[in-house]
Structures are given as structure tokens and as C-alpha cells.
């Protein structure tokens, strides 16, 4: 969906068009290879599109600096000449908050991507912002720690792009968000000052807590360039099992059990239902799905500790109590680290299968965990009514809604896999979902961010005193609105 698609939004004439001379200004502090400009056969399309090709700007210009100093420079330059700014990392958001919308400037941080500091006695990580997140994981492994956060787009999303969408991942139920792993951050603002708050200390009670302000601010007020984390050791004994269950009442008592059994060891609970696995099936062609039978729901249970026979005990206790109530119809546990991660496939390549048939509508939100799964009911039930929705008849526009995610912390993740973007399936899931979500008291945005997809939603999460607050303080530190214009403030 191009700027056309939304007849509502307009280019705001404040932003000045790029010239000849801004282009000279941007030469003179960077080398070439750090510029990226459209021409006729370069559209740029890697930096104006999303990854689920559902948003795309026209932006002319990229820049990819390689420090610091640069980032200043360019900001500072940008806000005395008016020219808007999108902040990127590696570009993998789920709200087309990455992207620009018209001709932003694209900042992309993929070039500011070095670790600078490691200490093995406290675990505290500092590193630049563009560093891939994979890529920061594996020099902890090397060093016996852990990055206490994972998610699927590891391979390609940024230390600085998962601070500045507080991503939650697949591990947040064990070592918790990043409001509390993040120790410090460095920051450049619009003006071009740099916040320089890399701190290392767990404690530090003297004032605001800046840093947690660009934590989830996605790229709204600030420029993250560095940041300093808290990372735990990296756990000896790994287990993951997959069960089948009967019903979404059955995934919520073996989540109790699952914590009364397994405590301290266990580090994720994902649960998925079995359209979801159907578009992974799907997706996946000749791989064999872990369980043989079909089942409603599916729980995918990951224990880590320090020691292999204890947690073994303590999972196949767990399990055979589990399956002799009859609450876990069938399961299995992986024998090696392959199994492992072929079991892990099955709940990490969802967003890719949900995405495959030609697009998604992707809802991520909290609900109290008694009705996490009802939103999913509900979004069928409307799609069916409006006669939108066919696995096989290829006339309607919706192949499937399916429900999975992170319920060991109350996400659920509703992804409506479409065979194009349609006005039609947009209308009849939005304000609807986010209208539901409101009447159970729930968040419309557990993880992704509200971006450019929720930017009229705020109000079914945020209170009138909240929102005005959110855009006091954008004014007071982007005061010329330069930095993801078009987005959610
Ligand atoms: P981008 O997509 O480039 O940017 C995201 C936002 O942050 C934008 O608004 C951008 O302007 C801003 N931004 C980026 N870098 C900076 C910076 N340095 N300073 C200031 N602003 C910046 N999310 C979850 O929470 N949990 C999951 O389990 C999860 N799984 C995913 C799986 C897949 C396959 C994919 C594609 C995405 C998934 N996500 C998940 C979405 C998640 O938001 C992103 O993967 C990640 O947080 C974004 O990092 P990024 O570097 O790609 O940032
Ligand atoms: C996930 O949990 O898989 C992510 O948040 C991404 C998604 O839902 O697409
Ligand atoms: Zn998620």
C-alpha cells in the first residue's frame, strides 16, 4: 500500500523537498558508500518496503552512516532544514513504523554495527545499535552468555530496532522485557545533542529513568545508536517438547501446570491452533509436523537450566501427569539440538506461512489469558459473516485467521493470511479487532508497536491524559516533528 492508498494522509508541506545542496551537505560528511540514492533503476525498494510488503514509501534517499559523530551531524542538518527522517534497523516491524510513507530521508543503522564492550564478571553487553541481533547473540555464546531476548527475525532485526520497538520475543516469560534487561542507552535527538547514558548498573535511583522513555518509542524521538544490557548466562541444558491438546481451556491448565511443575526452569510457552499449523504445514511442504494426528491446539514448552538430568526429571513428571489426566493428548520431546530445532520451526515460521499465500493482517495483542483465544473466534466469525473468508475458493480474499503467541505472557498474535491487501478485509477487521480488544481490557499492541498501521488506534490503549502527555514530550524534544512523521504521534 502506497501514500495513494490512504486517501486521508496527505504530504505535510512543512517537510521541505530534498535539493541538490542538502545531497552536497550529506557528500561532505559521508563517503560514498554510505549514500544510497533512487535513480531509474534503483527504486530503493529494500529500504521504502516492509517485510510483509504491505507498506511502501517513496523515499529518494538513504543514508548509512558509520558513527556516532555522523548521526549528529545529520540530525542537526535535517532539523534546521526541515527534512523528515525514518529511523531504520534491520527493517523487519510489523506496523509500517520502518518504512517511510512519502520521501522521507531513510537513516539506516546498518552500518553502525560493532561490539564495544563485554564483561564476563556482570554479563552487561554494550554494543553499537545496528548490531544484528544474531550476531550479538553469538559472541555471547562465545562468552558463555545468553542476549535475553529471541525472535524469529533474529537473522536480520537490530539490537537498536528491538530497544526501539520494546520487542518481546520468545523468551520475555524468563528473563522479562526489555524495560528492565536494558541497563543504558545512548541516544541522538533531533537537534543533533547525543544523550550519552551507556550505563552498566543494575541499580541507579538518582532521577528520571531517561532511557526507558525510547524503549518502544519506535524511532519517534531519538536515534538509538548504543546500548548497554544486562544478559544472563547461557543456559547448559536446553528441552523443548510439543503437545497436542483438545481445547484452548486444556493450553491454560497445562500452563499452570506448567509453571507449577517445571518453575524455574521453564523459559517459554507458546501455544498455536491448528489453522496456524495448517499454513505452516502448508509452507513447509515436505517437512513432517512433530505430532502425527491433528489437534485443535498445540503448546510448544522450552525449559532451560544448568543441569540436563534435573530438568529431564522435572519434564517427564511433568508430562506423564499432564497425559494421565488427559489435559496433553500427545507430545514430544526433542532427542538433540536438530529436533530441538525442527520443533522450534513449527512455532517460528508462522509469520513467514501466514505471509506466503499474498499478505497478512497481523493483530498483536494482550487479553486477559481467559479470553485470549475468543478474539480469534470472533475474527472468524466476522470474516465469514462478510463473506470474506475461503481456504479454497480463490474469488474471496481471505485464506485463513489463525491464532498463536506468546501465552505465557498474555500475547496473543491474530494473523489474517490474505491472497491480496483488500479495503474490504481491512474494513472488517479494523476498529473491530481493536474495539474488542478495548472491551476486555486489553492492550492492541502487546509487542509490535503501533507504527503507521495503528496511528489512529492509540485512544483503545491510551487514556486522553496519556496520549496528550506522549505528545507533550514529543513536541518538547522533536519540536519540528522531524523524526517518523506519519507514524502513531
Ligand atoms: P525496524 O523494523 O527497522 O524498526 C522498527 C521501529 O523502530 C521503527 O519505527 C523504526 O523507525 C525504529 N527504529 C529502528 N531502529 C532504531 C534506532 N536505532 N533508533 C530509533 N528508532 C529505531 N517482535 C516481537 O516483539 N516479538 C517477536 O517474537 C517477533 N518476532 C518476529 C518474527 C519475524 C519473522 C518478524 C519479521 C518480526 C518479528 N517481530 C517480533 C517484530 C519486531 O518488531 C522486529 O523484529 C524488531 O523489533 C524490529 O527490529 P528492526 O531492527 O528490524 O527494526
Ligand atoms: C511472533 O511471535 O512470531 C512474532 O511476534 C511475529 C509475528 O507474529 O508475526
Ligand atoms: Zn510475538
Not at 250 to 266: C, G, M, R, T
Amino acid at each position: 500500500l502506497t501514500a495513494e492508498s490512504y486517501p486521508n494522509i496527505e504530504r505535510l508541506p512543512q517537510y521541505k523537498k530534498l535539493t541538490q545542496e542538502d545531497l552536497s551537505f550529506f557528500q561532505s560528511i559521508m563517503s560514498e558508500s554510505e549514500i544510497l540514492q533512487a535513480t531509474a533503476d534503483e527504486d530503493l525498494a529494500l529500504f521504502n518496503e516492509d517485510w510483509m510488503r504491505k507498506y511502501k514509501g517513496q523515499s529518494k534517499l538513504v543514508l548509512r552512516p558509520k558513527t556516532v559523530e555522523q548521526i549528529s551531524q545529520i540530525l542537526r542538518y535535517c532539523n534546521d532544514q526541515k527534512l523528515a527522517v525514518v529511523p531504520q534497523g534491520g527493517n523487519t516491524g510489523l506496523v509500517g513504523g520502518s518504512v517511510p510513507v512519502f520521501d522521507e530521508i531513510v537513516l539506516s543503522l546498518n552500518q553502525l554495527n560493532k561490539i564495544r564492550d563485554f564483561d564476563p564478571v556482570s554479563g552487561v553487553l554494550k554494543c553499537d545499535a545496528g548490531v544484528i541481533l544474531e550476531n550479538a547473540d553469538s559472541y555471547l555464546a562465545e562468552n558463555g552468555y545468553i542476549f535475553p531476548l529471541d525472535l524469529g527475525a533474529k537473522g536480520s532485526c537490530h539490537v537498536g530496532g528491538v530497544v526501539a520497538t520494546n520487542a518481546g520475543g520468545l523468551r520475555l516469560l524468563r528473563y522479562g522485557s526489555l524495560h528492565g534487561t536494558v541497563l543504558g542507552l545512548e541516544v541522538v535527538m533531533p537537534n543533533g545533542e547525543s544523550m550519552n547514558s551507556m550505563h552498566a548498573l543494575r541499580k541507579d535511583n538518582t532521577g528520571y529513568d531517561l532511557k526507558q522513555m525510547f524503549i518502544g518509542s519506535e524511532g519517534t524521538i531519538g536515534i538509538i545508536t548504543g546500548v548497554s544490557i544486562l544478559t544472563p548466562p547461557r543456559p547448559k541444558a536446553i528441552n523443548v517438547s510439543f503437545l497436542g491438546v483438545d481445547s484452548y481451556e486444556a493450553v491454560q491448565k497445562v500452563f499452570v501446570k506448567a509453571k507449577q511443575e517445571l518453575s524455574e526452569i521453564l523459559s517459554a510457552f507458546e501455544f498455536m491452533d491448528l489453522n496456524s499449523q495448517k499454513l505452516a504445514k502448508h509452507h513447509l511442504k515436505d517437512v513432517i509436523h512433530p505430532l502425527e494426528d491433528e489437534y485443535p491446539f498445540y503448546v510448544l514448552i522450552e525449559t532451560s537450566g544448568s543441569n540436563k538430568e534435573h530438568d529431564d526429571v522435572k519434564l517427564e513428571t511433568f508430562l506423564e501427569k499432564a497425559m494421565e489426566d488427559g489435559t496433553v493428548l500427545d507430545g514430544v520431546v526433542a532427542q538433540d539440538e536438530t529436533e530441538l530445532r525442527n520443533l522450534w520451526q513449527w512455532r517460528e515460521m508462522i509469520p513467514e506461512s501466514s505471509q506466503a499465500g499474498g499478505g497478512v493482517y497481523k493483530y498483536d495483542v494482550s487479553l486477559p489469558l481467559k479470553d485470549l483465544y475468543s478474539l480469534v473466534e470472533a475474527a472468524n466469525d466476522r470474516l465469514a459473516e462478510k463473506d470474506l473468508l475461503s481456504e479454497t475458493d480463490s474469488s474471496k480474499p481471505v485464506i485463513s485467521a489463525v491464532g498463536y503467541g506468546h501465552v505465557g505472557d498474555g500475547n496473543l498474535h491474530l494473523n489474517v493470511a490474505v491472497r491480496e491487501y483488500t479495503k474490504d478485509v481491512e474494513k472488517a477487521l479494523e476498529p473491530f479487532v481493536y474495539e474488542y480488544v478495548s472491551s476486555k481490557n486489553g492492550s492492541i499492541s502487546a509487542e509490535h508497536g503501533l507504527g503507521f498501521q495503528k496511528k489512529n488506534y492509540i485512544g483503545y490503549s491510551k487514556n486522553d491524559q496519556e496520549i496528550k502527555m506522549i505528545k507533550q514530550l514529543k513536541s518538547l524534544y522533536d519540536p519540528n516533528a522531524i523524526l517518523n512523521p506519519y507514524k502513531y504521534v
